[in-house]
């Protein structure tokens, strides 16, 4: 496993946006972090109930099988971009809109289960994808929705923003059952 993956992507790697996913990710070899994630997360997802698993914290707001296929949705995007410039390829990779991904992915008429085999299996994907990487490959730049960003980068954007929506879901939507 590279040592590269160890070290926290510079601030130039990355637009500012995704600066509150990188800042989520404590330090320390990526892979492994992502593992011990997918375990915490799964277990998490294992508590919540197939009727709880369709909960809004607002009327307006993802319920939250539409928030872990958002999660779902957006690591397979980023996974494909670290593929892409792993790879070297050079073509300038779009952005997504993720409201429509949720508004037609239907994640809310599928069972429950099924979502948490899918974000297992999407992470087990990436995780072996990440794990292939050598050195040179972690470095390797590109751009994505018009800005410069590195292989590692996107890695540890992997793991801040899962990081980020299972805090939403810990703080909105579970806490907000646990004091209704």
Known sequence: MSDIAAVRPAPNEYAPFYAKYVERVPDGNLPRLLQAQTDET?????????????????????????????????????????????????????GFNQEPYVENGGFDRRAWSDLIDEYSAVRQSTLLLLRSFDDAAWERRGTASDNEISVRAVGYIIAGHDRHHIAILRERYLNAEQTA
Request: hydrophobic residues 40%.
């Open 42 to 94: 799964l277990n998490l997802l294992a508590s919540i109930t197939d009727q709880q698993s369709l909960d809004r914290y607002a009327p307006d707001k993802w319920s939250i099988k539409e928030l872990l296929g958002h999660i779902i949705d957006a690591e397979r995007v980023f996974s494909y971009r670290a593929l892409r410039i792993a790879r070297g390829d050079r073509t300038p990779l779009p």
